[in-house]
C-alpha cells in the first residue's frame, strides 16, 4: 500500500491522549504549566513525576527528572478490538510490540502495548484512561479543546522522516492533512480525528520533540497566556504571534523547561474523516502572518 492509497483506510488510533517529558527542572515546569500556560497540577503527581491536567483526564503531560528529551508519546485508541488490531499490524510489519500491564497501570489506564516508531520514540497506544470526578479547574481559568480532538498535537523531528511518515501514515492508519514547505524540508502533517494534525513529522539532523500543542476556546485565552508569559522573569515566549497556513490557528510559542516548545493556540481547522480527500495540498510556509523569534 502507498501513502496515498491510505486515505482509504480509517485510521486505527483515536486521538493523542498524553505525552511524557523529561526535564531538569521539575520546579520550573510547575510554575511555567500553572501561572502561564494555565493547566493543573495532578493528584496523581509524585515527588519524582509531575502531572498536569487540561481536562477531565487523571493526567495529560507528565514531566520526570531526564535531560529535556521526550519520554514517550500516548496514543489512544477506542478499545480492545483496536488495540488488538494495532498489535496485529505492527507484528505482521515486523515491528516490536510488547503488551505491559504494569506500564499501564502506571498510566492509569486498562490496558497499553509499547512499541517504538522508526524515528525511535517510545509510543504507546493504550485504551481507558481514568478521569476524575473531580472537574478540571485551571489555575488562569483556561478551556482547552480536547475530547474527540485529543490532546492536541506532537511535531517529531526526525533523520528518518520518510520511513516516520510509513509507520504513522501506512501502518497506523494516520492521513495526510497537507504537507508545508519549509525551505530545506516540507513537513507532513496528519490526522486521525477531525483536528487538522495531531501529528507532524519533519526531516531533521537529531531526533526530537520539536513542540506539541494546546488548543483554548478563546483568542482572548491565547493572548492572556501570552501577557502572562511576557509579565514573567523565567517564562518568555519564543515566537510573537501568528496564524498558520494550513491549520490556520492563531497561536505562539513558548520555550518549556524541557527540550520542546509548546504551541498555545486557538482556532485550529478541522478536517472530516469521510472526505477522503485524494490529493495534498503544499503550502509555501508555515504561516501566513507572525510567528516571529522574540
Ligand atoms: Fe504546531
Not at 511524557?20 to 495532578?42: C, E, N, Y
Not at 490557528?249 to 478536517?271: H, K, M
Request: proline share 4%.
Amino acid at each position: 500500500m502507498t501513502v496515498a492509497d491510505a486515505t482509504a483506510v480509517r485510521p486505527r488510533v483515536h486521538s493523542l491522549g498524553y505525552l511524557g517529558l523529561t526535564s531538569t527542572d521539575l520546579d520550573g515546569w510547575r510554575t511555567f504549566a500553572t501561572d502561564i500556560a494555565g493547566m493543573a497540577i495532578s493528584d496523581t503527581s509524585s515527588e519524582n513525576e509531575l502531572r498536569l491536567r487540561i481536562d477531565e483526564y487523571q493526567w495529560r503531560i507528565s514531566v520526570t527528572p531526564g535531560d529535556g528529551s521526550v519520554a514517550f508519546v500516548g496514543w489512544e485508541v477506542a478499545g480492545k478490538a483496536a488495540l488488538d488490531a494495532i498489535v496485529a499490524d505492527l507484528t505482521a510489519a515486523g515491528v516490536a510490540v510488547e503488551e505491559d500491564s504494569k506500564l499501564a497501570q502506571e498510566r492509569g489506564v486498562l490496558e497499553l502495548v509499547r512499541s517504538e516508531d522508526p524515528a525511535g520514540n517510545q509510543i504507546e497506544f493504550f485504551y481507558g484512561p481514568i478521569t476524575e470526578s473531580k472537574p478540571f479547574v485551571s489555575p488562569q481559568g483556561v478551556e482547552f479543546v480536547t475530547g474527540e480532538q485529543g490532546l492536541g498535537h506532537v511535531v517529531l523531528a526526525t533523520p528518518s522522516a520518510e520511513e516516520t511518515e510509513r509507520f504513522y501514515v501506512d501502518l497506523l492508519g494516520f492521513r495526510v492533512s497537507d504537507r508545508v514547505n519549509l525551505g530545506p524540508v516540507v513537513a507532513m502533517f496528519a490526522y486521525v480525528n477531525p483536528r487538522h494534525h495531531s501529528l507532524a513529522v519533519v526531516q531533521a539532523p537529531e531526533r526530537l520533540l520539536h513542540h506539541f500543542m494546546l488548543e483554548v476556546t478563546s483568542l482572548d485565552e491565547v493572548g492572556l497566556a501570552l501577557d502572562r508569559s511576557l509579565a514573567s522573569n523565567a517564562h518568555q515566549p519564543a515566537t510573537g504571534l501568528g496564524k498558520h497556513t494550513n491549520d490556520q490557528a492563531v497561536s505562539f510559542y513558548l520555550t518549556t523547561p524541557s527540550e520542546c516548545r509548546v504551541e498555545y493556540g486557538w482556532a485550529g481547522r478541522q478536517l472530516d474523516l469521510d472526505l477522503n480527500p485524494s490529493t495534498t495540498v503544499v503550502y509555501t510556509g508555515g504561516s501566513i502572518w507572525g510567528h516571529k523569534s522574540v
